[in-house]
């Protein structure tokens, strides 16, 4: 998963919407239904399909030729995304414990029973 570490820090703003968009679909998408997605960004059809070519390039989709128009599928799940920022966010924070306490204190108590919660099922309980 190296390959994958990179590639959350060179994800742009229009990548990351492209990326929204194929996340939310309820399956493949085509370069039309993402430009018909984000038709309020008024973005060329070239500028969604080099997008899109670029994302692929780079790992983040998969595609399939059907007729004349690729279909495009995520590679990693949004949540997995959302994994590795949190691990980078752990790698740049230096110090993990304090990294870790921060975060653990500025989040909601719904998401900090979430955590508990994850980590039961993981099979490590949370010290006190």
Do not use: C
């Not at 493949?28 to 080099?50: I, K, N, S």
């Amino acid at each position: 998963m190296g390959g994958y570490h990179a590639l959350v820090k060179d994800f742009g703003q229009l990548e990351a919407a492209v990326m929204d968009t194929v996340w939310s679909a309820s399956g493949p998408v085509t370069v039309r239904g993402v430009l018909e997605q984000l038709h309020e960004r008024g973005l060329a059809y070239t500028t969604v399909m080099t997008v899109l070519d670029n994302l692929h390039r780079k790992g983040w989709l998969v595609r399939e030729l059907d007729g004349r128009a690729y279909q495009y599928q995520a590679v990693h799940q949004r949540e997995e995304y959302g994994a590795q920022l949190m691990r980078e966010a752990l790698d740049v924070g230096g110090d993990r414990m304090a990294t870790l306490l921060h975060f653990v204190g500025s989040i909601e108590s719904d998401d900090l029973d979430q955590l508990r919660a994850a980590l039961r099922r993981r099979g490590r309980t949370p010290k006190p």
